[in-house]
């Protein structure tokens, strides 16, 4: 149902730390914060991207935490930069 569906997700995302992985992470990596996201604070993309040792932060001008939708341009440009 679509009750035990948003239980489930919320769990997943919400209560779930996969902190301890991201030092493991060696491949390079992007991370792509927006500056003003009320639900991932920038001090969120700077710890992220501090416990990865290769990533690359990008901070976007934008609010909003689906940045990826409100400036897909901008987005799809970072991404294509980074794997280029």
């Not at 769990?11 to 991932?40: C, G, M, V």
């Not at 501090?50 to 990533?55: G, H, L, Q």
């Given at each position: 149902?679509?009750?035990v569906l948003t ?6 995302t919400?209560?779930s ?9 060696k491949?390079p ?5 927006s500056?003003?996201?009320?639900l ?5 993309g700077?710890f ?11 901070v976007?001008s ?6 990826h ?5 901008t ?10």
């Amino acid at each position: 149902s679509r009750l035990v569906l948003t239980k489930t997700f919320a769990e997943a995302t919400f209560l779930s730390d996969y902190r301890f992985i991201l030092e493991h992470i060696k491949q390079p990596t992007l991370i792509l914060q927006s500056e003003n996201d009320a639900l991932a604070a920038p001090s969120v993309g700077e710890f992220v991207a501090n416990e990865i040792s290769n990533a690359t932060l990008k901070v976007i001008s934008a609010h909003g935490h689906c940045i990826h939708m409100t400036h897909p341009e901008t987005v799809s440009r970072l991404i294509f930069d980074f794997v280029s």
